[in-house]
């Protein structure tokens, strides 16, 4: 059964491409499938498994308090997983088929406003090689809407400052060229000139973002960076990386953008990804009104 699991967790990497991230996912809730079905079913091999067990198994995830979210990510790696031993005759049928994920709120992602998004690209000191890295990378996350694992993988020959844009590989290894704006390029510019150098320290490397050893810069790292200068930039509510990506996405369409754009900006494969940013700047319009209108 270990042996199932590690091939289908190999077929992920190599066949789907997916990334780090997504696989450790599967790991782990593969892991925790295989112990449950291994401990209490008494199954030691996938062929034993029916129906019934995989439906007790969701049950006492959620009698163990476990989020809707948390089972439906679970279910999608159960159903995965058994596709991938029918498909590969390692079993005669999918347990799997009928099994249903429970329905999952959809959450609005958090915003910053166009005055805190100001606040935070200014907040980085720019008198140290640091501080002007910083501020070159919070310039191309909001300028691009580029994820964090994207941003940090950037090599030199992504950038392509003269033309305005920037190309990254998103999920599934798929390219894609991101328009660049002046501010990003600006301080782009002043950072490959000014900073990098100093923070290179001799070493050879192709990446763009480096910390303070002269290495690439991890996701970790630029997640510490950011809690720093938004406490900085007084900003009040938790954000993270992806604050940035949700902000250009609502900023975007909120002045305009057309939906098809911003989703090939964003690299989602659905746009049915990008249509939650919709629900964002509705929601958005009617604090305004509230706010603002004598009579609301």
Known sequence: MKDDVRDFIRYMIVEQGLSANTV??????????????????????????????????LFQLKDKGRSAATIARQTASIRQFHRFLLRENRTSRDPSHHIGAPKTERRLPKVLSTREVEALLYAPDTTTPAGIRDRAMLEVLYATGVRVSELVQLDLDD???AMGFVRCMGKGGKERLVPLGRAAIQATEQYLAEARPKLAKHKTTNAVFLNQRGERLTRQGLWKILKKLALKAGIQQEITPHTLRHSF???LLENGADLRAVQ??????????????????????KDIYAATHPRA
Do not use: F, P
Request: charged share 20%; hydrophobic share 30%.
């Open 24 to 57: 450790d996912s599967y790991r782990r809730d593969l892991e925790q499938y295989m112990a449950y079905i291994s401990e209490n079913c008494g199954i030691q091999d996938w062929n034993g498994v029916d129906r019934s067990m995989i439906a007790q198994y």
């Open 249 to 251: 996405a609502t900023h």
């Open 159 to 161: 950038l392509h400052l």
């Open 264 to 285: 090939e900006m964003l690299g989602h494969a659905d746009i049915s990804t990008t249509q939650i940013y919709t629900h964002v700047t509705k929601h958005r319009l």
